[in-house]
């Protein structure tokens, strides 16, 4: 399923250092990864795998009810990630985002970091599974003999 799109790492570096709210929306889950930089005394950075959102005005709403000591943000940068989850790491993206996070010196960033990425990849692979199954899937083309 991996393909050749050519992917800026340097301007997703950028992003993942320099913004506060990004989404990372994955070619076949259902959900995107939502990253929250911002952190206060004592709430920490959120990572969590979200629903897409239908508009932009849903996912600010989203964001409101999921970090409701927060004021709204200015803006949300959104990145498509047309390749696996697992590619974040090869890549190095995780781990940029990894340092982002622990940057903030909660002492728990690190590991809720590594339970989401093991969830996006289950889920990345069980929906690899359901595909080739026709789980929630329909075949395009009748097998002839």
């Known amino acids: 399923m991996d393909n050749d799109f050519a992917i800026d790492i340097d301007a997703i570096f950028q992003v ?18 939502l990253i929250d930089a911002r952190c206060s005394e004592s709430e920490g950075p959120l990572i969590k795998p979200v629903p897409r959102a239908a508009s932009l005005e849903e996912r600010f709403k989203s964001i409101k009810q999921l970090r409701p000591r927060f004021r709204l943000p200015e803006k949300i940068t959104a990145i498509w990630w047309p390749k696996h989850v697992r590619e ?35 889920q990345e692979e069980q929906e ?17 003999r």
Do not use: M
Request: aromatic share 8%; proline share 3%; with cysteine.
């Open 16 to 33: 993942i250092d320099k913004a506060d709210i990004i989404t990372i929306r994955f070619l076949i889950l259902p959900q995107c990864l």
């Open 88 to 122: 974040l790491v090869t890549c190095g993206v995780w781990d940029r985002i990894v340092r982002r996070l622990t940057s903030a010196g909660f002492p728990d960033a690190d590991e809720k970091c590594q339970e989401v990425l093991d969830d996006l990849v289950r």
């Open 128 to 144: 690899i599974l359901n595909a080739i199954a026709g789980e929630g899937y329909h075949c395009l083309w009748a097998r002839t």
